[in-house]
């Protein structure tokens, strides 16, 4: 598989995760959703879970399975924020390694086909799930509110970067990117 594809996202939404509706999830067929942790769902520096994303949770769950696989390291903080949430969770994924995403996806007991991995990272989410053949979904970063201009995040920059020059296609929008 090219780079260009290898870091092409399936899915490119223009906001965060609290963006992403059962009708969208649907639409694609997916039956489940491994989520990254770190600015995937809360900013990186906080340890507690908004009620608006508790709420998109919740009103997700009825629908489609959920996992938590973060690179984070602290278990402290990824078990907090999954109890919290009162999802599984594997922390220390090291993504874009591909191990503890299929852990996940076989506890899912679903075809790799019918999972998003959704995270706002393009060199680890989008290439882990591009690697086992997942549907990805690239959110935006959910940030601390002080921190809301994204040249704070130059990894994030650098990456979208990178990845235009090798030809995926990184505009937010609310439609599949052709990949082939």
């Known amino acids: ?23 969208i999830i649907q639409q694609y067929g997916l039956k489940g959703l491994i ?10 520096t906080v340890e507690c879970i908004s009620p608006d994303l508790e709420q998109w949770v919740n ?16 278990e402290s903080r990824i078990s907090s924020i999954a109890t919290a949430l009162n999802l599984p969770y594997y922390l220390g994924a090291a993504k874009p390694s591909r191990r503890k995403i299929r852990a996940a996806l076989e506890e899912m007991n679903l075809p790799v086909q019918e999972v998003g991995m959704v995270g706002d990272r393009l060199f680890t989410d989008i290439l882990v799930g591009n690697r086992l053949g997942m549907f990805t979904i690239l959110v935006e970063p959910i940030v601390h509110p002080q921190v809301k201009d994204l040249r704070y995040h130059p990894l994030r920059n650098i990456e979208v970067w990178i990845s235009e020059i090798l030809g995926a296609s990184i505009t937010g929008n609310l ?6």
């Open 175 to 180: 439609t599949k990117v052709d990949k082939d």
């Open 1 to 23: 598989m090219t780079w260009n594809k290898l870091l092409q996202p399936d899915l490119v939404l223009a906001d965060s995760i609290l963006k992403l509706t059962p009708s």
């Open 59 to 74: 009103e997700i769950r009825d629908s489609t399975v959920l996992w938590l696989v973060s690179n984070n390291l602290s």
């Open 35 to 44: 989520l990254d942790v770190d600015e995937t769902l809360v900013p990186i």
